[in-house]
């Protein structure tokens, strides 16, 4: 069977288009952690929640870029890991 753009960019293997998942475990943990960033804490438990989400995000954004289902979901990991590295950087 001949593949052309579209499935390469949607398809998974199975042959199923493939935007969204279910979130995994770097994913939800990232969630957890920048939830709990927003409860004020002292100076040392918000430096530390910060380091997890931006480890466990930059963590799935890898995974995606290079195990990604698709060319989408490969694309959506460099697009989030980008922009963590961004958010990272200081603009002077």
């Known amino acids: 069977?001949?593949?052309?753009?579209f499935d390469r960019t949607f398809r998974d293997s199975d042959g199923n288009?493939?935007?969204?998942?279910?979130?995994?475990?770097?994913?939800?943990?990232?969630l957890a952690a920048t939830g709990l960033k927003l409860i004020p804490t002292s100076g040392n438990l918000h430096l530390g929640l910060d380091a997890i989400a931006f480890g466990s995000l930059f963590t799935w954004a890898w995974q995606e870029l290079f195990q990604g289902v698709n060319y989408f979901r490969r694309a959506l990991g460099f697009v989030v890991l980008l922009g963590a590295i961004a958010s990272r950087l200081q603009w002077s």
């Open 17 to 30: 288009v493939v935007i969204a998942q279910p979130p995994n475990l770097p994913l939800l943990v990232w």
């Open 1 to 5: 069977m001949e593949t052309n753009l």
